[in-house]
């Protein structure tokens, strides 16, 4: 509520309270939100490596990233019980397994690097290299696809 402040004739202060606007019936554009989550996502990504570079200077790269694997496994167990999702099929676990895994031989040459190395050299070199490896034109699965519907955009 909003106050709105009047002088009475005879000196008093009135005040009274003026209902705010109900942001209940209102969205957010898609423009906003897509900037918005982009922020949060590069804020998550960025405090995530800073952190796994900086544990992996006091301990072992390989152990900074198992660590982080159990304890994403965890949360991805329980949030998975929580709301009830099917067990994935085995093609999935398969595929799914050797993600993880190039994931984590990704994380623990980074995180070797960030801990070797200056971090301010090491990240935005590594970014530049993981960009230019690999282009979703290139994909062979892609190729026929339109550009909209690329199954290794999402």
Do not use: H
Request: hydrophobic fraction near 45%; glycine fraction near 8%.
């Amino acid at each position: 509520m909003m106050p709105l402040c009047f002088l009475l004739p005879n000196s008093k202060l009135l005040i009274k309270y003026k209902e705010s606007p109900s942001f209940k019936d209102t969205t957010m554009s898609r423009d906003l939100a897509t900037v918005i989550f982009g922020l949060a996502a590069s804020l998550c990504w960025g405090s995530g490596d800073f952190n796994g570079g900086l544990a992996s200077r006091r301990s072992n790269a390989s152990s900074v990233v198992i660590a982080a694997y159990a304890v994403g496994f965890v949360l991805l167990v329980t949030l998975a019980l929580l709301w009830k999702e099917p067990f994935p099929s085995p093609r999935d676990m398969l595929w799914g397994g050797l993600a993880g895994l190039a994931g984590a031989i990704g994380l623990i040459s980074f995180y070797s690097a960030l801990s070797i190395g200056r971090m301010g050299i090491a990240a935005p070199v590594s970014a530049v290299l993981t960009s230019s490896v690999y282009s979703q034109k290139d994909c062979p699965i892609c190729s026929n696809w339109p550009a909209s519907s690329w199954p290794c955009s999402r």
